[in-house]
């Protein structure tokens, strides 16, 4: 039944959109609680939000929240040209992904990446789907706490990726937990 | 929204935006149409509780909200809540 439904799916395109973008904001930018939540994405659907010439942007517990993916959907998160981008405790809370879906949270042309304590928290990673992360052409450090992937699920072929590109200065103390962590789930698929 | 319809909205050179709650409720965009709201040169804007609530989209539909050149942006808590992208509408 379920892969009969799959197979149906594969010649349905919704191939929706919805792109939230942001572009020259002089202010820093908090994104409170449910910003985004119940959020249910299906067959190629695509989730974008984009800032490009922010100030420091700060995600608060539960910004993202809720959030379902189905059927390579695809939840991109891109801050370019900005300060500080700071991910408190629960930020990213309670995701599932299935079937070769991604979630992209890429920063670049930054200053510091801050994840506290269990900022990405509670992920389903499933069939095939992907978590990347990427911090490219930034002055600042990546700071990460301890804990600040917690409660990560993956089921099989799945990845959670974590990339640090030509930045100015990125050996944060905290590189070497991250390391750990990175290998722990690598050595897991 | 109606298959293949098209709807833009475009403000620029003011000075503050208030989009109270609700202001876009119970939206579907039906198969292939597109929606886009703009916001261009102000100075603030504050997007309240469940500005978008309820939204659905069903196949190729596109929906792009769009901030740029601007001063200060507050942002509620629940700003995008229920969204479905998704073939049929199952109720």
């Known amino acids: 039944m379920k892969k009969s439904f799959l197979f149906f799916c594969f010649f349905d395109i919704v191939k929706s959109f919805i792109i939230i973008s942001i572009y020259n904001l002089t202010n820093d930018l908090c994104l409170p609680s449910k910003t985004f939540t119940q959020i249910n994405q299906n067959i190629n659907s695509t989730f974008q939000f984009e800032i490009n010439y922010g100030q420091n942007i700060l995600f608060t517990s539960d910004s993202f929240i809720n959030i379902k993916q189905n059927l390579q959907s695809k939840l991109l998160i891109s801050i370019t040209n900005s300060f500080d981008v700071y991910f408190s405790r629960y930020s990213f809370n309670n995701f599932s992904q299935e079937d070769r879906s991604l979630i992209d949270i890429w920063i670049k042309y930054g200053q510091n990446l801050i994840f506290e304590d269990y900022a990405i928290y509670n992920i389903d990673i499933y069939r095939s789907s992907i978590l990347r992360i990427g911090f490219q052409h930034s002055r600042g450090t990546l700071q990460m706490s301890m804990n600040a992937f917690s409660n990560i699920n993956e089921g099989r072929f799945i990845f959670l990726r974590f990339f640090i590109i030509k930045n100015q200065i990125t050996n944060s103390p905290y590189l070497s937990s991250l390391d750990r962590k990175r290998g722990q789930e690598w050595r897991k698929d | 929204m109606p298959s293949y319809s ?78 479905t992208q998704c073939k049929y509408l199952s109720f």
Request: charge should be negative; hydrophobic fraction near 40%; glycine fraction near 0%.
């Open chain 2, 6 to 83: 098209y709807m833009k909205l475009y403000f620029s050179n003011f000075v503050r935006i208030l989009l109270n709650e609700h202001s876009f409720d119970h939206i579907t965009q039906e198969q292939s149409s597109e929606l886009i709201i703009n916001f261009d040169h102000f100075q603030s804007a504050t997007l309240s509780h469940n500005t978008f609530y309820d939204f659905h989209q069903l196949d190729q539909s596109r929906f792009h909200l769009s901030l740029s050149n601007f001063q200060s942006l507050i942002i509620e808590e629940t700003l995008f809540d229920t969204i």
